[in-house]
Structure formats: C-alpha cells, structure tokens
C-alpha cells in the first residue's frame, strides 16, 4: 500500500468554489472498491472534523457541508474528490482526505469574505 496524497487547495472568495483530490496509490481495484474514505479538515483552534465520505456507492455528509460538497470517487484512478460549492469563510481549513486508515497530509483551503 502506497501513500494518500492531496491536491486542490487554495484561496478563493466566499460564495466560489474549489475540487480537492485525493491519490491512493498502489491500491489494487477490489480494495478500493470496497474501502470507506473521505474527508475531515481542521480549522485553527479546533478538533478535526468529519466532512464526507463515501464507500462503494453510499455517501455521506456533514450537516454544514450538506447541499454544498459533493464526493466522488473514480476507481480506475483511484482518486476521491471533494466538489466544494458556494463555500463559507467557516469553510476555511486543512482538508485531510483519508482512505481506510491511511491520511494524507492536508492541503489548506482559505476562504475570504
């Protein structure tokens, strides 16, 4: 099993939007397939927190983010994404995507009012 890598973040201005990805390398198809991941973020000051996850064709999602971020994942690329929409300045965080026990490092998401 390889390592769990983020890409995607940045600055955007309230109300815009941003797509995170997540790399899962040397993951062969039926484990990915069958393996929950998703997303958590930590804003300054505060605990991690659950964003999103999806595993097989079941998604779920945070009560703040609902209606807004989309996940979605490719198996043969073996990538999750995060579509982030008509995002918040409470939006703004480290974004840590996971992939069952593995976690990529983070990738900064900053919105401005």
């Known amino acids: 099993q390889g390592p769990v890598q983020e890409s995607g973040g940045g600055l955007v201005q309230a109300g815009g939007s941003l797509r995170l990805s997540c790399k899962t390398s040397?993951?062969?198809?039926?484990?990915?397939?069958?393996?929950?991941m998703g997303w958590y973020r930590q804003a300054p000051g505060k605990e991690r927190e659950f964003v999103a996850s999806?595993?097989?064709?079941?998604?779920d999602y945070a009560d703040s983010v609902m209606g807004r971020f989309t996940i979605s994942k490719d198996n043969i690329k073996r990538t999750h994404s995060l579509q982030m929409d008509s995002l918040k300045p409470e939006d703004t965080a480290v974004y840590y995507c996971?992939?069952?026990?593995?976690w990529g490092p983070g990738t900064q998401v900053t919105v401005s009012s």
């Open positions: 999806i595993r097989g064709s079941s998604t």
């Open positions: 996971y992939f069952g026990d593995r």
């Open positions: 040397r993951t062969i198809l039926s484990v990915f397939t069958s393996t929950s």
